[in-house]
């Protein structure tokens, strides 16, 4: 069973930094893509940024110049690098990542992690 697994969530103050990192277990082929989204309360998932096998990456406008997103060589593991954090960054981020295997695609989330951005 494939599972994603994100980390570095914490609480920080406007303009500070902060690195996501989100690993995945038990896939048997490398994904596609893999991307973060984000869920501020009361508000829907929105996407945040993604990074393709050949580590092509796009941003939303929203945190385009602040947030870079990379991943790991070989591993399915990507992180995102979070700076010049404001308030309105402040939300639940989940990892997702998909792929084609055997014909079919798969797609898969994380169970999210807590960025709070303290004015």
């Known amino acids: 069973q494939v599972q994603l697994e994100e980390s570095g969530g914490d609480l920080v103050q406007a303009g500070g930094s902060l690195r996501l990192s989100c690993v995945s277990s038990?896939?048997?082929?490398?994904?596609?893509?893999m991307g973060w989204y984000r869920q501020a309360p009361g508000n829907q998932r929105e996407w945040v940024a993604r990074i393709d096998n050949g580590h092509s990456t796009t941003y939303s406008d929203s945190v385009k110049g602040r947030f870079t997103i990379s991943r790991h060589r070989t591993a399915n593991t990507v992180y995102l690098e979070m700076s010049s954090l404001k308030p309105e960054d402040t939300a639940v981020y989940y990892c997702?990542?998909?792929?084609?295997?055997?014909?079919?695609?798969?797609?898969?989330w994380g169970q999210g992690t807590q960025v709070t951005v303290s004015s």
């Open positions: 997702n990542a998909d792929g084609r295997y055997v014909g079919r695609r798969y797609e898969y």
């Open positions: 038990g896939s048997r082929f490398r994904f596609d893509n």
